[in-house]
């Protein structure tokens, strides 16, 4: 139990004069000098160019010379000779395999290590997460993984004070502001923009606060390009060839002063660019310290001998959070930071928007993941069925959490390990599957998995079988279901009330993609109307009569609805949308295009972390116009398009539904000329957006952007395409005075507008070269037939006043990212019931875990900004109690990350303008009997909930 294991832990570490925290931090420091933090550490990917266990194992060395339990055990090792020594550790989902190996004794040590403050957790996720691609649900769930774990192993001593992401391509705002949350006082990174890092070294601004309009945190980049020693000093005894400190004088080689005047000369060189009398410097690289001894043996020299020579620098061992602890201390004035660091370019031509895109199977796979994963949460704290369901819900929980790893969600890995990541979802998401089933006591059943390409062997080969739909959010909504099916004539029903439907033939696109995996011919549609946090059966049943499909008449090239009316023009291809609730008409072309990618290898090319056009104007797929066949039923009425024999698109409207939903297919990307391959979808509007556009920030705060423009520093653009598009993990739109375009993705894509009223979003990328940046591999996915991946993706398009647009976009965003999940079966008389139950509005229920028999971790949030509404922005009360199907004893609040009671979060205080209102809490740590909470907008609140069972 979380709570309890945090109280014993408190009990014990305070019978002992403890080292930890920031209770150790003004050890060795010397006033008057400068300070040099030397920190040891590792960074070992969980993934990249070898998969997990290979890592972990120190497998396949012929790819990479990498084994992490060597790390591990090393470091450990050296660090118990010598009580001066520090070392940082940062994946966690290494270090709890590691720790499940050792014995009582190694544990022992490790905790006597955490206890000193010499062991020093950094970050504390399971894996340092990517922070384009990610949304922001997944990375407060991998943070709380291990920071869950840190805390029930070791107690308060190992709770991580300083964020530390110094591989991913790029920083989000949304990332420093959950990490502020979480508690962390900062965060400290590597990668950033090469014309930021020159301007930031030129103006000694290489340490900010970075500021959200609820929470602020203190954020330093280092001086070296990446995140390893100064040059000349790397002492790996298995990766690295610098010199060594010799010391014996009888020796011929004897350097000493030599390595010390160099060194001294590195920290020099590093000082010029930062502001206070302390300075960080890393000792570590990629997987380094198998061989700990050579790294300990020499940096014990290095500081001993500097130490000794120089009466202006003082060396010693630390680590990020006694770093910012001294700096706080300093009361330097630091400036204020209120944008982001997207996008990352390495070089003038090497801008890393690549990923955003990159293999977009996988993101889609992550994002249904997810779904399911907060579903089987929700559903053990319903069912209480933890004693058979830890296993099957902590498959899917480790493998969600591994897949946020900045070469996982990315794309950015080789082929090989991709299949492993997946490999994993697919296993977690099968036990999974299998619980939720079990729990609401239903006998064989099919989640129907492939349903995006009208696939399900249960609803093509049965006459009748019934449909759970449940609904994960805690309000009632209504959606469409689509179900393949055959030549019958279906009805449905719910509580023996027929419910209306239509039936449409299946694309015969559709067929290129699902080959020989399923044969149903028709699409039978119907509306599902679901309240919080319940379900509904359906039941479907047939007749043997044969349905003669109605002849379409395509010379009406217009659909429309209750809320939009959509029209095509000669060509085929979008025209013109009309919504018709704020009477608002706009002139909107679509079309897909392609970029061709820039082909240079062993030199710069497009490829997996980099997109690089050769261009800037993408190709047409098709000249002519656009074959297409108009579908009208009385449910919803469609128009299938073929823009090329890979790459086709169907537009639907939904009866009574507001939204236009563009379903999409692309590949396989034919490579007969030998070209790379970028696939975008195109909309280009009479909008007056001028040069801005807004994207989201992990599917959550959304951030204006400028074409050209970076808020901080001069913008050469010398790739006026790539240099100008953002991640987009939930939605993209445009603006004018009267109206608002948006469209909103079922997974993280890269976006961009190049022009006034014109919003485009990458689908697809087949790149025949590496990039160079480390994966050595082309981007070239062959898919399951070995022809070339073919994706299937759906874009939710909107038409509003600005006025109005967050209404819808933040609702129907929720909706798409907590999609439903069905479940098909033959018989339903024995399924367990689930009480509904209601929350407002703009009050999303983030996380419902059940931590033991009568403890639950609870998240709510206020999911709307300050002013995007006038009555979903206003702040809002809610009574936590009434979420649940029992009686609630109390509640104890948290801080984001589930590791720390919300009043033991004393922050460092450090000097700087305050724009913004800083963040408050102001719950206690004794437990409360009132239930009553409120949320401002966007606050996210934490709590342990104690049952009354």
């Given at each position: 139990?979380?709570?309890?294991l945090?109280a014993v832990s408190?009990t014990i570490?305070l ?6 925290g920031?209770?150790?931090c ?11 933090h030397?920190v040891?550490h590792t960074h070992?990917?969980?993934g990249?160019l070898k ?5 972990y ?7 990479q ?9 090393s470091v450990?090792?050296e ?11 940062v ?7 590691w720790?499940d190996e ?12 955490v ?9 504390g996720?399971?894996?340092m997460?990517?922070e384009?691609c990610?949304?922001y649900?997944?990375?407060?769930d ?5 920071l869950r774990f ?12 300083s964020?530390w992401h110094?591989d991913?391509?790029g ?7 959950l ?5 962390f006082?900062?965060?400290f990174?590597s990668?950033?923009d090469?014309q ?5 070294l ?19 980049m ?6 390893g020693p100064?040059?000349?000093f790397?002492?790996d005894?298995?990766?690295c060839?610098?010199e060594p ?6 020796l011929?080689?004897?350097n000493v ?6 060194f001294?000369?590195?920290?020099q060189e590093?000082a010029?660019?930062?502001?206070t009398?302390h ?6 690289n990629?997987f380094q310290?198998?061989?700990a001894?050579?790294w ?6 290095l500081?001993?001998?500097t ?12 680590t990020?959070?006694?770093y910012?602890?001294q700096?706080s ?8 930071k209120t944008?982001?660091?997207f996008?990352?370019?390495?070089d ?6 690549g990923?955003f895109?990159?293999r977009?199977?996988q993101k889609?796979?992550?994002?249904k993941?997810?779904n399911?994963?907060?579903l089987?949460?929700q559903i053990?704290?319903?069912t209480k069925?933890?004693?058979i369901s830890?296993?099957?819900?902590d498959?899917?929980s480790?493998?969600m959490?591994?897949?946020?790893h900045?070469d996982?969600v ?5 082929q090989?390990?991709?299949?492993d990541?997946v490999?994993r979802?697919?296993e977690g998401t099968?036990?999974c599957?299998n619980?939720?089933?079990k729990?609401?006591n239903?006998q ?5 998995d ?8 249960i ?9 759970i739909?449940i609904?994960?959010l805690?309000?009632?909504?209504t959606?469409?279901?689509?179900i ?5 004539v279906y009805k ?5 009330h ?8 299946i694309?015969?696109?559709?067929n290129r993609?699902?080959r020989s995996?399923?044969n ?8 599902v109307s679901?309240?919080?946090?319940s379900?509904e059966v ?7 009569r044969v349905?003669?499909q109605?002849q379409?008449d395509?010379h009406?090239?217009s659909?429309e609805?209750?809320?939009?009316k959509v029209?095509l023009?000669?060509?085929?291809k ?13 002139n909107i ?6 970029y061709?990618?820039?082909?240079n290898?062993p ?11 050769n261009g800037?104007?993408p190709?047409?797929?098709n000249?002519?116009?656009?074959p297409?066949?108009i579908i ?7 128009v299938?398009?073929?823009f090329?024999k890979?790459?086709t698109?169907t ?5 009574d ?7 999409w297919i692309i590949g396989?990307i034919p ?13 280009n ?7 801005s556009?807004f ?9 204006e952007?400028r074409r050209?423009?970076?808020k901080t ?6 790739e006026?395409?790539?240099g100008?598009?953002?991640?987009v993990?939930?939605?993209?739109y ?9 469209i909103l993705n079922?997974r993280s894509?890269g ?13 697809h990328r087949?790149?025949l070269s ?7 591999e082309?981007?070239?996915e ?5 022809d070339?991946?073919i994706?299937?993706?759906?874009h939710y ?6 006025q109005?647009?967050?209404?819808q976009?933040?609702?129907l ?8 999940q069905?479940i098909?079966t ?5 399924i367990a019931?689930?009480?509904?139950h209601?929350?407002?509005k703009n009050?999303h229920?983030?996380t419902?875990e ?12 206020h ?6 509404n006038?009555?979903l922005s ?13 009686p ?16 033991e979060?004393?922050?460092?205080d450090w ?7 800083s ?12 239930f009553v909470i ?5 606050d996210i609140?934490?709590f342990i909930?104690?049952?009354?069972n």
């Amino acid at each position: 139990m979380l709570l309890c294991l945090l109280a014993v832990s408190f009990t014990i570490i305070l019978t002992v004069r403890s080292q930890c925290g920031y209770e150790g931090c003004d050890r060795n420091i010397k006033n008057g000098l400068l300070n040099v933090h030397l920190v040891p550490h590792t960074h070992d990917d969980v993934g990249w160019l070898k998969n997990v266990d290979e890592y972990y194992y120190g497998a396949k060395d012929n790819i990479q010379r990498a084994g992490v339990k060597y790390i591990l055990d090393s470091v450990i090792d050296e660090l118990l000779k010598n009580d001066q020594r520090k070392f940082i550790y940062v994946e966690i989902a290494f270090f709890k395999r590691w720790w499940d190996e050792q014995d009582e004794a190694v544990k022992g040590n490790v905790k006597k290590l955490v206890e000193e403050g010499r062991l020093v957790f950094t970050n504390g996720g399971w894996v340092m997460n990517d922070e384009a691609c990610t949304h922001y649900n997944a990375i407060i769930d991998q943070m709380t993984l291990g920071l869950r774990f840190l805390n029930n192993t070791f107690g308060k001593c190992a709770r991580p004070l300083s964020a530390w992401h110094i591989d991913p391509f790029g920083h989000s705002k949304e990332q420093a502001n959950l990490f502020s949350m979480m508690g962390f006082d900062s965060f400290f990174f590597s990668r950033i923009d090469y014309q930021d890092r020159i301007e930031r070294l030129k103006t000694k601004r290489m340490e900010e606060i970075w500021s959200n309009r609820n929470s602020h945190i203190f954020i330093g980049m280092f001086y070296e390009f990446l995140y390893g020693p100064p040059t000349g000093f790397c002492f790996d005894g298995v990766l690295c060839q610098d010199e060594p400190i010799m010391d014996d004088e009888r020796l011929e080689g004897y350097n000493v002063d030599k390595r010390v005047d160099e060194f001294l000369h590195a920290v020099q060189e590093h000082a010029k660019y930062y502001r206070t009398n302390h300075i960080m410097m890393l000792m570590g690289n990629d997987f380094q310290y198998m061989l700990a001894k050579k790294w300990f043996d020499n940096l014990d020299k290095l500081i001993k001998y500097t130490n000794n020579k120089s009466t202006r620098v003082n060396l010693l061992y630390s680590t990020p959070q006694c770093y910012a602890y001294q700096l706080s201390k300093t009361k330097t004035q630091f400036s204020v930071k209120t944008d982001d660091f997207f996008p990352y370019a390495s070089d003038w031509e090497s801008y890393w928007t690549g990923y955003f895109t990159s293999r977009p199977s996988q993101k889609r796979l992550i994002r249904k993941s997810n779904n399911l994963l907060q579903l089987a949460k929700q559903i053990q704290v319903r069912t209480k069925m933890k004693s058979i369901s830890d296993a099957h819900i902590d498959a899917l929980s480790e493998a969600m959490a591994v897949n946020q790893h900045h070469d996982a969600v990315t794309g950015t890995e080789k082929q090989a390990v991709m299949d492993d990541y997946v490999k994993r979802l697919s296993e977690g998401t099968h036990q999974c599957q299998n619980y939720i089933a079990k729990a609401l006591n239903i006998q064989l059943f099919s989640f129907c998995d492939y349903r995006n390409i009208s696939v399900c062997n249960i609803s093509e080969l049965q006459a009748e079988f019934y449909i759970i739909s449940i609904n994960s959010l805690a309000r009632s909504i209504t959606k469409y279901l689509t179900i393949p099916v055959q030549d019958r004539v279906y009805k449905i029903f719910r509580n023996e009330h027929e419910v209306a439907s239509s039936l449409s033939p299946i694309d015969p696109n559709v067929n290129r993609v699902r080959r020989s995996l399923g044969n149903a011919s028709n699409l039978l549609t119907f509306k599902v109307s679901l309240k919080g946090l319940s379900y509904e059966v359906y039941k479907v049943n047939s007749t043997s009569r044969v349905l003669k499909q109605k002849q379409v008449d395509n010379h009406l090239k217009s659909i429309e609805n209750e809320y939009y009316k959509v029209w095509l023009g000669n060509d085929g291809k979008l025209k013109a949308i009309h919504s018709k609730l704020e009477n608002i008409s706009r002139n909107i072309k679509q079309d897909i295009l392609w970029y061709e990618g820039v082909r240079n290898y062993p030199h710069l090319s497009s490829g997996a972390y980099v997109f690089l056009p050769n261009g800037t104007e993408p190709h047409t797929i098709n000249n002519a116009s656009v074959p297409l066949k108009i579908i009208k039923n009385p449910l919803v009425q469609e128009v299938r398009q073929t823009f090329s024999k890979w790459a086709t698109q169907t537009i639907k409207l939904y009866k009574d539904m507001n939204y236009i939903e563009f379903e999409w297919i692309i590949g396989p990307i034919p490579i007969n000329d030998n070209k790379s391959k970028e696939i975008i979808t195109r909309f280009n509007t009479d909008i007056d957006s001028k040069d801005s556009f807004f994207t989201d920030a992990n599917g959550r705060q959304i951030l204006e952007r400028r074409r050209h423009y970076r808020k901080t520093w001069k913008l050469n653009n010398t790739e006026p395409v790539s240099g100008n598009y953002y991640p987009v993990n939930s939605r993209i739109y445009i603006k004018d005075e009267t109206a608002q375009f948006t469209i909103l993705n079922d997974r993280s894509q890269g976006g961009t507008s190049l022009k006034s009223g014109e919003v485009e979003l990458m689908l697809h990328r087949r790149d025949l070269s590496d990039d160079g940046f480390g994966v050595q591999e082309p981007l070239n996915e062959t898919g399951q037939y070995g022809d070339g991946l073919i994706v299937a993706g759906k874009h939710y398009v909107l038409l509003t006043s600005p006025q109005q647009a967050a209404k819808q976009h933040r609702l129907l965003a929720e909706e798409i990212f907590m999609d439903t999940q069905e479940i098909f079966t033959a018989n339903v008389n024995t399924i367990a019931t689930l009480p509904s139950h209601w929350l407002p509005k703009n009050i999303h229920l983030l996380t419902l875990e059940l931590l033991s028999e009568n403890e639950v971790l609870l998240r709510v949030e206020h999911q709307f900004d300050i002013g995007e509404n006038p009555k979903l922005s206003a702040p809002t009360t809610i009574d936590i109690s009434k979420i649940f199907d029992e009686p609630v004893s109390s509640v104890e609040e948290l801080a984001l990350g589930g590791n720390v009671y919300i009043n033991e979060i004393k922050p460092l205080d450090w000097n700087f303008t305050r724009s913004v209102e800083s963040l408050s809490h102001v719950s206690s740590h004794e437990k409360s009997s009132k239930f009553v909470i409120e949320l401002k907008p966007m606050d996210i609140k934490t709590f342990i909930v104690y049952l009354d069972n």
